[in-house]
């Protein structure tokens, strides 16, 4: 199908790990690239690739990816990181599409 | 610096036709696909289309195609989005980006597009 699901929210304390997943089957031909979204910003690529970060991401950042299953993992999430994440890949006909989003709270 | 600098918020009434525009600059223009992402109030992205300026090569995703038109001056760095009969349900944030075809690497600033009687 051309869809790509994720949780609606997620929640983890400060310093924890959180891993935030992306479901799709066009996630089998296609690697995921991670956006984080603050309230009334654009969107910031935080993930690319297999697991590749833009200058000025903090390693904390890191992306995966199993057969249908992309995830992005943070790991010693800070307050600031609190944000909504969008995965986003191709599909069969070679177009985007983006994840139903993700809300990260930082307890 | 590579940046993407959108034109300003527009307030429009139902049934008029808008174009607005993304420029891009910092980098080769011709080189790079830039897409159109809407965001409506509240709610998620939705991938639009995309253009390669260097031939103006265009792609729409089914959801979008026949609603909105994408095209570029490459000559003035620009792309553009058009609509030619705005609906209520075309009010969100929308948003070009920079694609080497497969991630956003760029974002421009977004303009809020409010279609209202």
């Known amino acids: 199908s051309s869809e790509l699901t994720q949780d609606p929210a997620v929640s983890v304390a400060l310093g924890q790990t959180v891993r935030i997943t992306c479901q799709g089957d066009?996630?089998?031909?296609?690697?995921a690239s991670w956006y984080q979204q603050k309230p009334g910003q654009a969107p910031v690529l935080v993930i690319y690739?297999?697991?590749n970060r833009p200058s000025g991401i903090p390693d904390r950042f890191s992306g995966s990816s199993s057969g249908n299953t992309a995830s992005l993992t943070i790991t010693g999430a800070q307050a600031e990181d609190e944000a909504d994440y969008y995965c986003n890949s191709r599909d069969s006909s070679g177009n985007h599409l983006f994840g139903t989003g993700t809300k990260v709270t930082v307890l | 610096e590579v940046q993407l600098v959108q034109s300003g918020a527009e307030v429009k009434k139902p049934g008029e036709s808008l174009k607005i525009s993304c420029k891009g600059s910092?980098?080769?223009?011709?080189?790079?696909?830039i897409g159109w992402v809407r965001q409506m109030p509240g709610k998620g992205l939705e991938w639009m289309g995309i253009?390669?300026?260097?031939?103006?090569?265009?792609r729409y995703s089914p959801s979008f195609q026949g609603q909105v038109t994408i095209s570029a001056d490459k000559s003035i760095s620009t792309a553009y989005l058009q609509w030619s009969s705005l609906k209520a349900s075309d009010t969100a944030m929308y948003y070009c980006?920079?694609?080497?075809?497969?991630?956003?690497?760029?974002w421009g600033q977004g303009t809020l597009v409010t279609v209202s009687s």
């Open positions: 910092g980098y080769s223009f011709t080189s790079y696909w």
């Open positions: 690739g297999k697991n």
């Open positions: 066009s996630l089998r031909s296609y690697y």
């Open positions: 253009i390669y300026p260097g031939d103006s090569d265009t």
């Open positions: 980006a920079r694609t080497a075809m497969d991630d956003f690497d760029y």
